[in-house]
């Protein structure tokens, strides 16, 4: 029986597959199961920034995507499209393998075919299809951004910006704002916002599989309007060796509009997985010497873990034009763009620190919030200014590549 792809503004489908056997004999299927819908091939696996080129204008009804020739490459794209929104992926497994498959489906995926494949499970897959389009659609809420905080090195203010943020996207308007501190072993929201609550994210963690609305209520703190989930008060065991934060970040995405994850770094499973998760990566450092060295092996990190440059935004903490490298003299070292800075405002973050609350808006660094978060919502655009300190390239000579 040849079934139809439910009605969509934008209905054609792509298979991604260096696998040319396999991407000819599911073409053949799709022929025969799909006649209506057009169908396009990628022979090998995009990179994550150039995914949404790579699948072309507008995006495809459905994805089959190859999880078999390059596991580890295929569970990024996976996640990349999932977090994008807009497209159903039907990952392409070969034997039955119920672990790999439950991966799978975790990661994002809609529905699996094992090969060989078989025109009943062609079917079958684009019956459960039609079966949650409707759903989709008319949810009416599409799932909160978040926003990934990660420091380059300790003590570059990197839970400072995200606490602020946080407030700030509050005071321009989103309705449901949480501020999640993600750092399993030093988290330090709680003394920043001089808050305590007998949970943590391991306790929605650990809960993953039953969390609903009510489970959730008691694991956050409101502070202003924010929605606050803490880090675990005492070292737990086994924390070191959390790998997925994908849980509690799915399921509030379900119910918030905006999201600020704080990091401990961007080393480590648990942090790579919170990146890929991300819509932007906010990598935080200052201006001096040290902090630039370790934002630079931090990017070669990501890198090399492919989480793709285009949702990292470098972002320079207490900036002073005085002290250390100007904004684009940091640019043309780290080989990328500097985002956005953040003023030197020593009184007005340690009043807000004493006080448990964030520095006013009329403040250095009150403002300088309000235009982060005016750049990362499209709003603003910043001003640059030229440099003479390019003498100081030399002294990443060492350990820069060009990109």
Same mark, same amino acid.
């Given at each position: 029986?040849?079934?139809?792809?439910? &009605?969509?503004?934008?209905?054609?489908?792509?298979?991604?597959?260096?696998?040319?056997?396999? =991407?000819?004999?599911?073409?053949? !299927?799709?022929?025969?199961?799909?006649?209506?819908?057009?169908?396009?091939?990628?022979?090998?696996?995009? &990179?994550?920034?150039?995914? =949404?080129?790579?699948?072309?204008?507008?995006?495809?009804?459905?994805?089959?995507?190859?999880?078999?020739?390059?596991?580890?490459?295929?569970?990024?794209?996976?996640?990349?499209?999932?977090?994008? *929104?807009?497209? @159903?992926v039907i990952a392409l497994i070969h034997g039955n393998e119920p672990d790999f498959i439950l991966r799978c489906l975790r990661a994002g995926?809609?529905? $699996?075919?094992?090969?060989? %494949?078989?025109?009943?499970?062609? #079917?079958?897959?684009?019956?459960?299809?039609?079966?949650?389009?409707?759903?989709?659609?008319?949810?009416?809420?599409?799932?909160?951004?978040?926003?990934?905080?990660?420091?380059?090195? /300790?003590?570059? /203010?990197?839970?400072?910006?995200?606490?602020?943020?946080?407030?700030?996207?509050?005071?321009?308007?989103? @309705?449901?704002?949480?501020?999640?501190?993600?750092?399993?072993?030093? +988290?330090?929201?709680? $003394?920043?916002?001089?808050?305590?609550?007998?949970?943590? $994210?391991?306790?929605?963690?650990?809960?993953?599989?039953?969390?609903?609305? #009510?489970?959730?209520?008691?694991?956050?703190?409101?502070?202003? +309007?924010? #929605?606050?989930?803490?880090?675990?008060?005492?070292?737990?065991?086994?924390?070191?060796?959390?790998?997925?934060?994908?849980?509690?970040?799915?399921?509030?995405?379900?119910?918030?509009?905006?999201?600020?994850?704080?990091?401990?770094?961007?080393? *480590?499973?648990? @942090?790579?997985?919170?990146?890929? !998760?991300?819509?932007?990566?906010? !990598?935080?450092?200052?201006?001096?010497?040290?902090?630039?060295?370790?934002?630079?092996?931090?990017?070669?990190? !990501? #890198?090399? @873990?492919?989480?793709?440059?285009?949702?990292?935004?470098?972002?320079?903490?207490?900036y002073h034009r005085d002290v250390g490298l100007s904004r684009e003299v940091i640019g043309t070292a780290l080989h990328t763009d500097v985002f956005d800075i953040l003023p030197s405002d020593y009184e007005a973050v340690q009043k807000s620190l004493m006080e448990g609350k964030?520095?006013?808006?009329?403040?250095? %660094?009150?403002?300088?919030?309000?235009?982060? =978060?005016?750049?990362? /919502?499209?709003?603003?655009?910043?001003?640059?200014?030229?440099?003479?300190?390019? /003498?100081?390239? *030399?002294? $990443? +000579?060492?350990?820069?590549?060009?990109?």
């Amino acid at each position: 029986m040849q079934r139809e792809a439910p &009605s969509s503004a934008s209905r054609r489908a792509v298979v991604i597959s260096p696998n040319s056997r396999m =991407a000819d004999e599911l073409g053949g !299927l799709l022929q025969a199961h799909l006649s209506s819908v057009p169908v396009s091939y990628l022979r090998s696996y995009p &990179s994550p920034r150039d995914l =949404a080129g790579a699948l072309g204008g507008s995006a495809p009804y459905v994805v089959f995507l190859d999880m078999v020739t390059e596991r580890e490459t295929a569970l990024q794209l996976l996640g990349e499209m999932t977090r994008a *929104g807009g497209v @159903n992926v039907i990952a392409l497994i070969h034997g039955n393998e119920p672990d790999f498959i439950l991966r799978c489906l975790r990661a994002g995926a809609a529905d $699996f075919l094992i090969h060989p %494949f078989t025109g009943d499970q062609i #079917d079958a897959a684009m019956g459960k299809l039609a079966r949650l389009q409707p759903v989709a659609e008319g949810s009416g809420k599409e799932p909160a951004k978040i926003y990934a905080v990660m420091p380059a090195k /300790g003590a570059c /203010g990197a839970t400072t910006v995200a606490c602020h943020l946080a407030f700030q996207w509050k005071r321009l308007g989103a @309705n449901k704002v949480l501020l999640a501190d993600l750092d399993p072993l030093t +988290g330090t929201l709680s $003394f920043l916002l001089k808050i305590k609550s007998t949970f943590s $994210f391991l306790d929605a963690l650990n809960r993953s599989h039953e969390l609903d609305q #009510d489970l959730w209520a008691p694991m956050v703190t409101s502070v202003a +309007g924010v #929605d606050v989930m803490l880090a675990p008060e005492l070292m737990v065991e086994g924390t070191q060796d959390l790998h997925d934060p994908a849980p509690v970040l799915d399921f509030a995405r379900q119910h918030y509009d905006v999201i600020v994850a704080d990091a401990g770094g961007v080393y *480590g499973d648990w @942090n790579l997985n919170m990146a890929r !998760l991300s819509t932007e990566l906010l !990598l935080v450092t200052t201006n001096e010497l040290p902090a630039l060295q370790a934002a630079q092996r931090a990017l070669s990190y !990501l #890198d090399t @873990n492919r989480i793709g440059r285009w949702k990292i935004k470098l972002l320079v903490n207490r900036y002073h034009r005085d002290v250390g490298l100007s904004r684009e003299v940091i640019g043309t070292a780290l080989h990328t763009d500097v985002f956005d800075i953040l003023p030197s405002d020593y009184e007005a973050v340690q009043k807000s620190l004493m006080e448990g609350k964030p520095a006013p808006s009329n403040t250095s %660094f009150g403002k300088g919030i309000a235009q982060l =978060a005016d750049r990362l /919502g499209g709003r603003a655009e910043p001003s640059k200014k030229s440099t003479s300190l390019g /003498g100081l390239l *030399g002294l $990443f +000579g060492r350990t820069s590549k060009s990109s």
